[in-house]
């Protein structure tokens, strides 16, 4: 291995990964022979190098055929430090979405758009595209940088807002991959006409920094392996958790004095979502306080974060590679003073910070400078047109009309800025003539907070359905609350397909994670603001049983609540061993029945099975069943 401190770390052998790295000669094969062959899909070792390219390859498990070759689609993701994306950009990934696409636009939980469906073929095509467009999908994907976010709010008039966007730009240039890969294969060699790297950016990235920079590379960040696995960082504002920022391998909070001049930064680290099911040495963690460090020194620091991580980081197990294993295993202390040889001195202590609150910034708002921004929210982050609802066609005719820039959210929505006050009248007729809300009074608080990732068809790691299936189930919550008396209360709900966390389910105050077909563990007690992890309470619920499930709990949470205390806060509170205690002697129709036991009935194996089949047919939960049952039987006597 080139990194010689990680090579002495450990006698295993280095993951398959490590070795298709190594032999890519920097991210060119085998994606560079294969993209020319007239072939439907990517080879195992090229798939892995596309990635860092931004691709992911999919099957789309709705078209499966017995016999036939899989339904093999691209995935195309955008790079866009601090959700940035100018007007033209947009505009070209709407029509590669109808041109090559399946006809919509996925906004992601980390600010970027996702283009699905793409054919082999045309993915040369479509990366090109982007590319002269002003846009990237270098290191969207892949063991790497991931994209750098930001608070999306455009506050001219509060500089801390514009130094995140700053800083968040310049750490996207600064760990971006060096190799000559991406333009060699996507666009025949030829360099993009982009912006213009910061000067400190460009020195940072040489300065040697204590053993930071890999000598005599191609790669004198990453060097030949690049990093052990994903690595994502966001830099953020005092207060502003629109940003998940608990949830980031490397957080950078802007520290301003009073008349709002940059000082330094405040760093978090270590925090990681991904886990795998029954594994229980893979788990969510969020990140630690680490230090404090000068506006002078950033870049350094970044770096000896990540030299630290790359070096000393596990290359031998992908489950336990990522920089949240690495703290957890050594701890904060021997983290620091690792990344302290690397820094070159001693880092200063991290500074107060205000309590963290979720914004999402939705609706019409004033930004600072005499102009207006308008957040938009997006279902499930899914921009399409359906019927009456085109908000696909709306976003593409104000951008057409008006040339504005738009920031993307972290909880997948789109913010318009820099908008004309006399244009907002037509905006919005826009907006109204094509059902799209702009006004977040309008919308249901339950899908406002929400969030799920896309899981199936086109997930090649879903497990079961989370962007199709959240609809549904957030209006059976919503009626069960309303049945409760709970009509005003509303909480954050996230749901994935699988483990892995892409819509951060474990910081919500009720996630949904899929464990199997049709199945999921639930966690409970994430706070409102995401900044305090949620816990599992139950490994494998059905989708029918749902209401039953949640019953007892809201019964509870109304009965036992403290003033105006939220569910993530109370389930938080309480415990899950009272939580399980009340749902173990609830009876349904009795919300205060805790003293009660709770009545068990058998039933033979064929009438349980009988019920289930029936249960699951009617999309109901089988208590319901059962009761209705029961109650035409005692009606007839």
Known sequence: MVNSAASSLTNRKPSKVEGIKENSNFLREPVATEILQDTTHFSEDAIQILKFHGSYQQDNRDNRAKGQEKDYQMMLRTKNPGGFVPPELYLALDKLADEYGNHTLRATTRQGFQLHGILKKNL???????????????????????????????????????????????????????????????????????????????????????????????????GTHYMPRKFKVCVTVPGDNSVDLYS??????????????????????????????????TFARIADPICYVGKDDVYNLVKAIVATQRDYGDRTDRRHARLKYLINDWGVDKFRTQVEEYFGKAVEP????????????????????????????????????????????????????????????????????????????A???????????????????????????????????????SERAIPGILERIRA????????????????????????????????????????????????PDQTRLAQPIIEKLHDNDIESFLEPIFVFFKKSRKGKETFGDFCDRIGFDAIREFSDTYTPGTPTSSGKSRHRVSLR??????????????DRPMTDLVHEALDKYFQGL
């Open 124 to 222: 040369k095509n479509a990366i090109a595209t982007i590319v002269k467009n002003l846009g990237s999908t270098l290191g969207a994907c892949g063991d790497i940088n991931r994209n750098v976010m930001a608070p999306p709010a455009p506050f001219k008039n509060r500089p801390e807002y514009q130094y995140a966007w700053e800083y968040a730009q310049n750490i996207a240039d600064l760990l971006s991959p060096q190799t000559g890969a991406y333009y060699e294969i996507w666009l025949d060699g030829e360099k993009a006409i982009s912006a213009e790297e910061h000067p400190d950016v460009k020195a940072a990235r040489h300065r040697n920094g204590n053993g930071t920079i890999v000598h005599d590379n191609e790669e004198p960040i990453y």
């Open 248 to 281: 980031q391998d490397l957080t950078l909070v802007v520290m301003t004095n009073k008349k709002g001049e940059l000082q330094g930064f405040n760093v978090f680290a270590g925090g990681g979502l991904g886990r795998t099911h029954n594994k229980e040495e």
């Open 350 to 425: 991290f500074k107060t910070l205000p309590k963290f609150k979720y914004q999402d910034f939705l609706g019409w708002n004033e930004q600072g400078d005499g102009k207006l921004f308008l957040g938009i929210s997006i279902d499930n982050g899914r921009v399409k047109d359906e019927g009456s609802f085109q908000l696909k066609t709306a976003l593409r005719e104000i951008v057409e009309r008006f040339n504005l820039p738009i920031r993307l959210t972290g909880n997948h929505n789109v913010i318009f800025y820099d908008i004309a006050p006399e244009n907002k009248e």
């Open 427 to 465: 905006i919005q007729e826009i907006l109204e003539i094509r059902g799209v809300i702009s006004d977040p009074g309008k919308i249901e608080p339950l899908t406002r907070y929400a969030m799920a990732c896309p899981a199936l068809p086109t997930c090649g790691l879903a497990i079961t359905e």
């Open 480 to 527: 069960l609350l309303d049945k409760l008396g709970l009509q005003k209360d509303h909480f954050v709900v996230r749901m994935t397909g699988c483990p892995n966390g892409c819509a951060r389910p474990y910081m919500a105050e009720l996630g949904f994670v899929g464990s199997a077909p049709e199945s999921y563990q639930v966690w409970l007690g994430g706070s």
């Open 605 to 618: 194996d064929d009438v349980y099975l009988h019920l289930k089949e029936t249960a699951e047919k009617q």
